[in-house]
């Protein structure tokens, strides 16, 4: 039987990580399990979960780490025979920690985009809020200006992608995941990777994910073999 393969990616926001995984999954088999994703399907269905994730983004204020791993930890729980990649989990020490209680992670991958390339992506960014589909004007459009290519409904823009509100997200982010970042690094599984285009970076991530799932399933191959 092959080893499970646990993978999570990280970067601030417009590092490109959505993109990457989904090449990912389609390229390794890996499950996509994006933390917004379920934020936003448990306030759509009104989930007990839910129903307290909306009362804190309602008032923009960041969701509790409790609520965050309560909300994830039974879901991994029920992939338990599956290799899967995180998205946007765990994104902080005490997620990462409760994580750890769980799950040893194969691999961790960190993006470094420099401040101008994100400051131009995310001023190119629009979102369909109901599914958190994301498109951006330079690279990735809608194919009707302003609309969702799927329900045809408006995009929007946050207020969080102007200029002035990035720094300070930016600010956030490198505050917390620094502490996550030395945690995996001291595990000796973190790969950072470093450029302003997602093309770019994509072949070194794609050749670093295949010799690990390579030597991975030699060595699951070598323990079984009698």
Not at 26 to 44: A, D
Not at 138 to 165: C, S
Request: proline share 7%; aromatic share 8%; charged share 20%.
């Amino acid at each position: 039987m092959a080893k499970l393969f646990r993978a999570a990616i990280m970067g601030p926001p417009g590092s490109g990580k959505g993109t990457i995984s989904k090449r990912i999954a389609q390229s390794f088999g890996l499950l996509y399990l994006s933390c917004g994703h379920y934020l936003r399907e448990s306030i759509v269905a009104k989930t007990e979960a839910g129903v307290l994730v909306k009362s804190y983004v309602e008032r923009s204020m960041l969701v509790p780490d409790q609520v965050i791993t309560s909300m994830m930890l039974p879901r991994l729980e029920q992939l338990s025979g599956q290799s899967w990649l995180l998205d946007g989990f765990p994104r902080t020490l005490p997620q990462a920690t409760a994580l750890n209680n769980l799950y040893q992670l194969d691999l961790v991958i960190s993006l470094n985009i420099p401040y101008e390339s994100l400051r131009e992506r995310l001023s190119d960014r629009w979102v369909h809020p109901g599914s958190g589909r994301v498109y951006n004007m330079g690279f990735n459009p809608p194919q009707v200006q302003g609309k969702d290519d799927v329900t045809g409904e408006p995009l929007i823009q946050h207020d969080d992608d102007k200029p002035e509100a990035l720094m300070a997200r930016l600010r956030h982010y490198k505050d917390v995941a620094k502490p996550v970042i030395d945690l995996y690094k001291s595990q000796g599984i973190l790969h950072s990777f470093s450029g302003t285009e997602t093309d770019r970076i994509w072949p070194y991530i794609n050749s670093l994910l295949s010799t690990k799932m390579h030597t991975q399933a030699s060595d699951a191959c070598q323990t079984h073999t009698p």
